[in-house]
């Protein structure tokens, strides 16, 4: 029999509160005001000093609780960072300003910390919000009596899921406000298995950021005691908060590290301390850029002997999007990054005296080292005794074997740790020079951490691939030119990129939340005709057409864009520098910029930032592209989770590029993007050959699973999951008679059929027909998942008649193989939301023109959103008319909320009127009504004898006899009261 949730509950507060895990149990702290009770009384014996001895007065203490209850999670995470490591309330006494610490992050496990577990907190429900409930959480860890951590448990009867989902529904109540919107972090288990992630509101979460722990060698560490052993004892926990959070400035988000991360970084303080350089392997896409930062930043923090920490990349403007990420995430830190723009202000923040962290060019170091700075001089002698920690990303690209001797020779105190997805080894290594380092390890040291391409998809921190290898075969490289460099060529390439990519560029998906791609060519010149010749296709004037499937998915596909990089821009022509002036007309006609041949600069930055989308206004389709060609440009240190597919019409790239450059699209983003798609046009044998030696190359240590999968091996694997299901079920119609046993195998290897279907139908070379082999249909698909979802149902329900110890069936998978449109309520939500960001006009020029824009284009997808889900579409244009009459109201409003408090009043005021109708208790009708499922009512029998029948017939002269009056109250709540608030429920 599964642990009862209660059982589990204890066992992981003894966990935490023994010897080594240095919490304590309040069993005393289960109300909002003894919680504030606590926290007062541990700020005041925390700032006796300070306050004179004299408590906190009750007006004092209002104003500090205020401050303390955030607009959102990301809010709290500003105020936690504090002032050098130093967490601060400040309160008015007479004419002086008082200080007081809350939180001093340098105490860890000491001085004056206070760590604190609670359990079974009762989230009251507010009496002013009609529709609110009653919540209460399960186990919340507190640093000096703040909730910074919380957990939620469920029995192996559940998935962890459940646990997830629970969270997400407390967080769009509003459950999480006052002193609980301080969380940091969350953490879910089902006993058997655990994960955490950030806090962050309802619509932002992303369960596919949800991450388990793993120990130092990459092994999963999954039981719910072992996690709190190695990740939620002290001081693991505080520097989970306080070491290991990152906060994005430009995405408003909270970020945690993940466990690779936090190793990485751990390795790279250990070898500081012992004096030694080295190189941390991180396969690109799995965070690099947030590692570095990280890195980079707590070295100067813990080595005091580090003056200065210089984070080195290399001018080419791929690198912008480093730069700027760097940026954002010390906007709200403790260190300041300099980006050095000019040599001078290098050369002037070396000099001073401040320990901190610079982020500057490769170029402008080496400038600084070989032509500024005068030997002999006070300036170049202080310079060069520097103790110096470089931190360099892509680090064999950013930083050539030569120009590293060079600057460590100046640098005699040095430290150097360079980061890569791609090391160089010995079977890719450097071309021999002299006695110049050919690898990566013999530029920097050994290896002080890794985690492989094959290591990062098992987990789950980026996608597979799907590698599609097209073109003619066997072609002599005299033929092949002739064939590849054909316009014909070019057509046909077009076509799979246009009419033949549907799935690739996700137009299933609402029409704001559709994918990108990239088509890279060999040359500029080839870019150029591709970007001509898809000009003349979109305006109907070759012989080429766009199908009518895909215009009526996205009627304005295919927005696209043409980039080269600057050192591409400095071969100059007069060819050249025409066609990018006329595709920066084009560009600036699609977006209503404005951009000149003399900023290409600024054009491109603008367009890191569309193709990244991580400003809410780029969620608007107006504002997206959805294909962008290139050369080399963006195949490299850029990252846009949305972007999907990459298509190469170009010879075979090195091992490393030809890495790179397939990461650039296997970046988490939603539960529909399953793979990183790759297809390639030119010489698909030794295209094979070349991403094969490139995925062995850089999969070591692997687990021996396919990390790219073509054509064929789809196929083979969709007939298998086929042929199976057929064996269980030959059609749809039989799954009803199977036994609950049979029913669950039926429910893992339809979800196995789906998996596969979905991944076939992505493929270019994919179209119905070829079902035909296996003498299978969209049709038939659809009618097995109608099963499947009634089957999950069916599950959900308890058997009395089958063992209590069953395995339980958890619904916690997406189906990805439909193929129906569909408007989301999340994605709708988060259009508003970025919207109500808008009206702030300290932070953005108000627009009133642009907010206009963007309201009209809500007002369309909630149109078509109502169609399916009229009760919710007139709720939601509700909002946006109140938005529009109002705009001051939603200044630093968390609109999802405001929306889920709507929503939850009208659900409870139609379950309050057929309760009062049926003379039934109000909430006995809300369980009923929240746990309706397939038809049926969870306790239906118990619902009608609560009942009061004689109040009824008290009441009524005319009462019904008691069995038509229970068989007319549960019809009217399956076909009235359910259909009335069905639309609204979750």
Known sequence: MAELESVMEKRLIDQLCCDESQWTYRPDIRTEEQLWNNFKYILEQNNKAKLNDVPLSDSEFAKIKNDLSHASFYDAGKWLVGENGKVYVHVQRGNETLHLVVINNEHVAGGTSVYEVINQYQAFKSEDVEGDRDRRFDVTLLINGIPLIHIELKNKEHSYMDAYRQIKKYIAEGKFHGIFSNVQMFVVSNAVDTKYFSAARDTELNKKFITGWLDEENHPVCDYIEFASAVLKIPEAHEMIARYTVLDNDKKKLLILRPYQIHAIEAMRAASKQGKSGFIWHTTGSGKTMTSYKATRNLLMDIPAIEKTVFLIDRKDLDVQTKMAFQSYADNDTIDVDD?????????????????????????????????????????????????????????????????????????????????????????????????????????????????????????????????????????????????????????????ILNQSYDKFGM??????????????????????????????????DELKISDTVHKALPDFPKFAITYSLSENEEVSTVNQDKMKESLKDYSEMFGSSYKIDAINAYNNNLNERLARKEKKYLDRGQQLDLVIVVDRLLTGFDAPCLSTLFIDRQPMAPQNIIQAFSRTNRLFDNNKQYGQIVTFQAPKEYKDAINTALRLYSRGGDGNPIAEDWDDVKASFSISLKTIRNLAQTSQDIAGLSRKQKKAFVHLFRALDHDFAHLKSFSVYEPHILDEFEFSESEYEDYAAMYKNVMEELKRPDNDHDSDEEPVWDDYDLVAYSKLRIDFEYIVELLRGVVESLDQSQNDFDEAEFEIRIRAIKEIIAEFASDNQKLGVLLTQVVDEIEKDKERFLGQDISVIINQMRYSVIDAEIKKYAEKWYLDFEDVKYEAFHFSDGELANENKLKDSADYAAYKEANEDALPKFKFRKLMIDEFKNVLMPEIASLID
Request: hydrophobic share 35%; glycine share 6%.
């Open 340 to 496: 050095t723009d000019f040599v001078d202000s290098l050369i002037e923040k070396m000099a001073d005296d401040n320990r901190q962290m610079i982020v500057t060019t490769r170029q402008k170091m080496q400038i600084m080292v070989n032509r500024r700075l005068k030997e002999g001089t006070k300036l170049y002698e202080k310079i060069k005794s520097l103790k110096v920690a470089f931190v360099v990303d892509e680090c064999h690209r950013a930083v050539t074997p030569q120009t590293k001797r060079d600057l460590e020779r100046f640098f005699a105190n040095s430290l150097w740790y360079g980061f890569t997805g791609t090391p160089i080894f010995e079977e890719n290594s450097y071309e021999q020079k002299g006695d110049l380092p050919q690898t990566t390890e013999q530029l920097y040291g050994e290896c002080l951490h890794s985690y492989t391409i094959k290591e990062a998809i098992h987990d789950e921190a980026v996608l597979g691939f799907m590698v599609e290898n097209l073109g003619a075969k066997d072609l002599s490289a005299d033929d092949a030119k002739k064939v590849y460099e054909t316009e014909e060529h070019m057509r046909k390439v077009l076509n799979v």
């Open 508 to 541: 299933n998906n609402d029409k704001g939340r559709t994918y990108e791609a990239i088509l890279t060519t060999g040359s500029i010149e080839r870019a150029q005709k591709y970007y001509d010749l898809l000009k003349k296709v979109k305006e109907g004037k």
